[in-house]
């Protein structure tokens, strides 16, 4: 559940409490469901989870009886990096400057607000509103409003920001994976091209010209490295293929241990699988589920100095619970949704690690393909839990 922050402006008091009422207890008293949830449920033709409130966001009202002051409270909620959603507008409100003028001020201050204008009158055209602040830069709605109406206009405004700010993170996130990948693009060229002038204009015994080749042949390895990372942003806008099938899981996750203990040995890193005998068969895609495996391990042994990583299969019920423990560097809580978004990485984190923020995402798309999803709990110096469950086959 998320809170968004919500202004109303209005000179009439009992006006904004009515605001308080429909805004902060309206979650509880109205049966009318999110827009999200319905929308969804029209477009997917199926009934949306059901959770324990029908609402994905509650909100944070606060309201104001004039323009200006409404304008003093974007302007903090901007500067203290906490912006409001979503503002409610009365269009007359004497002594002070009006709904309109108070509208355009804000937008000024603030271009992503969501600005509902509420009136009683028509003293204002639709027409001249919208030449004033743009087509798609408000609703307009009459007084007196339903509870409903106003609700409803509330989170579904409130949808649209929440998913322009995600997008403004995605965008973010991708231009400094862009910028991170040309630099360590060029790097690499630039030692081959190096080694190869030096190899071409000098005399040299054969040994140094072997150990010059075997450099050439690191960079180049590195270098298919970072293609293979573009060629997996490729597959992460696409759906991923699995093919689903029974899985020896514990078989997997030997073959995974097998695989990266020799990774996790130079690091003095203890490696290990725990389960009991008799874990049974799961459904999903072989490959998928050792790369999940793979990206979560290899993970765990980077962000751990000191200590052990462990992957831990317990049956439950119908499904198998796989836990991926380490006694690493750890996510700090307020770090521990974003660690799953495409391209982010915890910024200054403990441990320096060459990475692109691809690995987390690619598990979670891969799992959602097996109606399943990951999560993590995490100390920060103390280490991380990665776990998911997989259905039993
Ligand atoms: P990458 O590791 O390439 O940066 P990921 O998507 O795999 O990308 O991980 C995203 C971020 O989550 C990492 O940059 C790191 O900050 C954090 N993270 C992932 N796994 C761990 C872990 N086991 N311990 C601590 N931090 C982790």
């Known amino acids: 559940m998320t809170v968004v922050k919500i202004l109303a402006v209005d000179d009439e008091p009992l006006i904004l409490q009515s605001y308080l009422k429909i805004l902060t207890s309206g979650a509880k008293d109205s049966t009318v469901r999110s827009l999200d949830a319905l929308a969804k449920e029209l477009l997917d033709g199926k009934p949306s989870k059901p959770s324990s409130s029908p609402w994905e966001r509650t909100f944070a009202v606060t309201t104001v009886q004039q323009g200006e002051e409404a304008l003093q409270a974007v302007s903090e909620a901007v500067a203290m990096g906490n912006p409001f959603a979503v503002v409610f507008i009365d269009m007359r409100m004497p002594p002070g400057i009006d709904g309109l003028e108070t509208a ?23 027409t001249e509103l919208a030449e004033a602040l743009g087509e798609a830069r408000f609703l307009y709605i009459q007084k007196p409003f339903h509870p409903d109406e106003l609700l409803q206009t509330a989170q579904s405004l409130s949808a649209r920001w929440e998913l322009a700010r995600e997008q403004e993170r995605l965008d973010r996130d991708k231009e400094i994976f862009a910028r991170n990948m040309s630099h360590e693009l060029r790097h690499p060229l630039q030692v081959v091209l190096g080694i190869c002038d030096t190899l071409l204009s000098c005399e040299m015994e054969e040994a140094q010209r072997q150990q010059f080749i075997r450099d050439i042949h690191s960079e180049a390895q590195r270098l298919a490295e970072l293609v293979e990372k573009l060629r997996m942003i490729n597959q992460l806008d696409s759906e991923p293929s699995l093919e689903m099938q029974a899985v020896e899981l514990k078989e997997l996750t030997e073959r995974v241990v097998r695989l990266l ?14 389960a009991p005998e008799d874990i049974p068969l799961v459904r999903g895609d072989e490959s998928s589920l050792m790369q999940i495996l793979i990206n979560l391990v290899v993970n765990a042994i980077h962000y751990t100095e000191t200590g052990s990583v462990c992957i831990r299969l317990t049956p439950k019920e119908h499904r198998v619970l796989v836990e991926v423990q380490d006694t690493g ?18 910024p200054k984190q403990a441990l320096k690690v060459r990475g692109h923020g691809l690995g987390l995402s690619i598990v979670q798309d891969l799992l959602q393909g097996h109606g399943s999803t990951i999560a993590v709990e995490s100390n920060l110096g103390q280490g991380s839990c990665f776990f998911f469950d997989l259905f039993i086959a």
């Open 104 to 126: 355009k001020r804000m937008l000024m201050v603030d271009g992503n607000l969501e600005i509902v204008i509420v009136t009683a009158y028509s003293d204002r055209t639709r």
């Open 261 to 274: 203990k020799p990774e996790a040995k130079k690091k003095h890193l203890q490696l290990t699988c725990e």
């Open 329 to 346: 560097v750890g996510v700090a809580a307020s770090e521990q949704k974003a660690i799953f978004r495409k391209f982010y990485r915890v």
